[in-house]
C-alpha cells in the first residue's frame, strides 16, 4: 500500500498540503482532481518521494520512498521537460534500469505495449510528437515494473487516442496501484476506482466519487 499519513508538505514559502491522508492499494486507481494551484502536483511529488514531507510520513509496502526506489515510478504532465533532449528514446525508456542496474526491459515488446512503433526507438525527443514522447515516458514508468504508479495530469494536452492507450494500461494492470492526477473529469469517472479533490491542500472525496 502506498500511503501518506497526516502528511504536511511544501516548499520555503511554506506548507501547500496540510496533513493530508491518503491510501492507495494495488490496483485501484485513485483520482484526484481540484483547482489549479490547490497542491495536487505538491502531493504527488511527495507520494514520489520527491518533496520531502514536514509533518507526517510517506510510505511505500511500510517502507520510506527513498528505500522503495524502483516501487514507485511517476509520469509528468510535460514528456519535453521530462526527457533529456539529447538521449534517444530507447536511452530514455531504459536509463532507469540502467541506474538501478535492473534488468533491462524487452525494448520491442514495451514500445509496442504502449503503442510506439519500433523506428522511434532511434529518434530523439524533438523527432517525436508530445503524444508519441508521452507514450515513452509511460513506457519508462513501465520497464521499472513499478508497484505504483503516479500520473500527473500525464493526458494534458494530448490526443484521445494517447489518452485511451494510457489508461486503457493502468486499467488492465491490476497489480497496479495508481494515482492518477487529472482535471478530465469524464476519465476520471471512467478510469477511477475512488476520486478525491483537492481543494487549498486538503483532500476531501469527489461528490462524484464511485465510493
Ligand atoms: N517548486 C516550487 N517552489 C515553490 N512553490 C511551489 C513550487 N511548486 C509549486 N509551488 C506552489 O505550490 C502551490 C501548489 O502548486 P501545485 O503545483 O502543487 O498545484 P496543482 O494543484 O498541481 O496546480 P495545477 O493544477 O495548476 O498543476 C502553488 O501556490 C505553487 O505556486
Redesign the pocket.
Known sequence: MLVADSVTA????GA?IREVDLQVAPGEIVGIT?D???????LARTMAGLVAPSGGTVTVDGRSPRRARGTIAMVFQSPRAATNPHFTIARIITEPTTISRTPPPDLTELAATVGLTPDLLTRRPHALSDGQLQRACLARALAQSPRYLILD?PTAMLDAATTATIIRLVMHRTDLGTLLISHDQPLLTAACTRILT?HEGTLKTHPESPH
Not at 511544501?10 to 514559502?13: I, L, P
Not at 489549479?36 to 505538491?42: L, V
Open positions: 511544501g516548499y520555503r514559502a501547500v481540484g489549479s494551484g490547490s497542491g495536487k502536483t505538491t495530469e483537492m
